[in-house]
């Protein structure tokens, strides 16, 4: 009764375009920090495309280094101005990595290690050409699929939802609809979970929108979060709506695939 509850961990992955992602992913975690909770956004991607290198915060350790024993883990987290750690999972290619299993396993480890530092882990996630993720634990915790209010972004979404009922079995997914009205985004959702049902049999969840916002933008080139640096704006408080959906609280809550939050319902 006395542990400490474990960490919730959310991989998303995007039907959108990388700056999009990034946006949200920052807003988020920024958004998150200032309502109080301890997060870490960690770049899971492999290429040069992923939040990190977005945020000029690349230079630190890896996760990968710390799996091949060249670097200690507390080298990997790097504190950002908008309040939340940042951290990379490589710089590379993983493929090679993974399939050794020893050099696998450490790097599980060091996820679970880092992951237990946090109250929230946001994960900037991909799956590889197998359908699955570098570290087993991303696909037990809570799964997110970002997607715009295009046809392109919405078939892509789709895609990713069925790679990933291939791959991981029948369970919900989380789905969150970035730069449309809370009018579109409720179609969106409403025709993404029609066809998953029908066709894969599976429950998706609406885990909230957030609208097209210049200011999103504009805090972006500031370094700041929206929240921040334009507290009135719609983003702002679409964000900060989002907080409240994704940060712990004590009354007991259920995360995507129905478990207790509190305790026992996330993590690694």
Same mark, same amino acid.
């Given at each position: 009764?006395?542990?400490?509850?474990?960490?919730?961990?959310?991989?998303?992955?995007? @039907?959108?375009? =990388?700056?999009?992602? *990034?946006?949200? &992913?920052?807003?988020? %975690?920024? %958004?998150?920090?200032?309502?109080?909770?301890?997060? $870490?956004? $960690?770049?899971?991607? *492999?290429?040069?495309?992923?939040?990190? *290198?977005?945020?000029?915060?690349?230079?630190?350790?890896?996760?990968?280094?710390? @799996?091949?024993?060249?670097?200690? &883990?507390?080298?990997?987290?790097?504190?950002?101005?908008?309040?939340?750690?940042?951290?990379?999972?490589?710089?590379?290619?993983?493929?090679?990595?993974?399939?050794?299993?020893?050099?696998?396993?450490?790097?599980?480890?060091?996820?679970?290690?880092?992951? %237990?530092? *946090?109250?929230?882990?946001?994960?900037?996630?991909?799956?590889?050409?197998?359908?699955?993720?570098?570290?087993?634990?991303?696909?037990?915790? =809570?799964?997110?699929?970002?997607?715009?209010?295009?046809?392109?972004?919405?078939? @892509?979404?789709?895609?990713?939802?069925?790679r990933l009922n291939a791959q991981l079995g029948r369970r919900?997914?989380?789905?969150?609809?970035?730069?449309?009205?809370?009018?579109?985004a409720q179609l969106v959702y409403a025709n993404m979970a029609?066809?998953?049902?029908?066709?894969?049999?599976?429950? &998706?969840?609406?885990?909230? %929108?957030?609208?097209?916002?210049?200011?999103?933008?504009?805090?972006?080139?500031?370094?700041?979060s929206v929240v921040d640096a334009f507290p009135l704006a719609?983003?702002?408080?679409?964000?900060?709506?989002?907080?409240?959906?994704?940060?712990?609280?004590?009354?007991?809550?259920?995360?995507?695939?129905?478990?207790?939050?509190?305790?026992?319902?996330?993590?690694?």
């Open positions: 009764m006395l542990a400490a509850p474990r960490p919730r961990v959310f991989t998303f992955l995007s @039907a959108t375009a =990388d700056e999009e992602k *990034s946006a949200m &992913l920052v807003n988020l %975690s920024a %958004s998150l920090a200032r309502a109080g909770s301890n997060v $870490l956004l $960690l770049d899971a991607s *492999s290429a040069w495309r992923g939040v990190a *290198s977005r945020q000029d915060a690349s230079n630190a350790a890896t996760l990968l280094e710390v @799996a091949r024993q060249e670097r200690a &883990l507390n080298e990997v987290v790097q504190m950002m101005p908008q309040g939340f750690g940042i951290a990379a999972m490589t710089r590379g290619p993983l493929r090679a990595a993974v399939q050794d299993v020893n050099q696998a396993r450490r790097l599980a480890n060091a996820f679970g290690v880092l992951s %237990s530092q *946090s109250d929230i882990m946001v994960v900037d996630g991909e799956l590889d050409a197998q359908d699955a993720f570098p570290i087993p634990a991303m696909a037990s915790g =809570d799964i997110v699929v970002q997607v715009a209010n295009s046809a392109e972004s919405i078939k @892509a979404a789709y895609a990713i939802i069925k919900p997914f989380g789905v969150l609809v970035t730069g449309a009205s809370d009018q579109e029609r066809a998953a049902s029908r066709y894969l049999a599976i429950e &998706l969840q609406s885990m909230g %929108s957030v609208p097209a916002d210049e200011h999103l933008k504009r805090a972006t080139r500031l370094g700041r719609l983003a702002s408080v679409a964000f900060r709506r989002l907080a409240g959906r994704f940060m712990p609280s004590e009354a007991p809550q259920r995360g995507l695939r129905g478990m207790p939050l509190a305790g026992a319902g996330f993590g690694v």
